[in-house]
């Protein structure tokens, strides 16, 4: 990933919200003292789509603090909380895009809708993000796959890490379809050595 790609203002703006909805804003202003991020004590980014010089490596140091702060086993369950609360946030923060969304695929059967959504999210997602993400179908399964994933950025790990973007995903098919009737899995992750984060999803059709 280069150094030079940044965040736009919503993306990492949603991060930290998602934080804060889990943790509490005194436990964030905690979690970005361990982070290095001490900046966005009580000052995040505004909501709007321009470059304020976030780094994706920031999300990395924040769920680095959560491990450290919680330790391995609690800071699973904080960080699927934290992406939970990142989808409810971008949701929220970009209203029109998701009504869009939910309009559009209103009539379309089940599997159809979640793919074709995916599909206009990770366009959004990979610009305000500064990544790549691909939606994948085997015929089986669902895949969103993240090229340049910024969760998991100079982390070492035999298992994948990246339980945040399982989280906004899991949160952003259960607003889509109003039930929690399927499966979102990471079978890849850079932290393992893969090319690329990859997480499965059983859409249960």
Request: one cysteine or more.
């Amino acid at each position: 990933m280069s150094e030079s790609m940044e965040l736009a203002n919503r993306a990492f703006r949603v991060i930290l919200l998602g934080v804060e909805d889990v943790i509490g804003k005194g436990g964030t202003e905690t979690l970005l003292r361990q982070a290095g991020l001490t900046q966005y004590i009580n000052n995040y980014p505004p909501s709007d789509k321009e470059y304020g010089g976030h780094k994706p490596v920031y999300m990395s140091q924040i769920n680095h603090a959560l491990y450290d702060v919680y330790g391995k086993r609690g800071a699973r369950a904080i960080l699927m909380r934290t992406g939970r609360g990142r989808a409810k946030n971008a949701i929220e923060e970009n209203g029109a895009f998701a009504s869009a969304i939910r309009l559009a695929t209103k009539l379309l059967p089940r599997r159809t809708k979640v793919k074709l959504s995916l599909e206009r999210v990770a366009k959004e997602y990979s610009e305000q993000l500064s990544t790549d993400v691909v939606i994948e179908d085997d015929g089986a399964y669902l895949y969103w796959i993240d090229l340049h994933c910024g969760n998991c950025i100079d982390w070492h790990s035999d298992q994948p890490v990246c339980y945040t973007t399982v989280g906004f995903i899991h949160g952003l098919i259960a607003w889509l379809l109003e039930d929690e009737d399927f499966r979102v899995d990471e079978v890849a992750c850079h932290a393992k050595g893969d090319p690329a984060c990859k997480y499965r999803i059983t859409t249960n059709v």
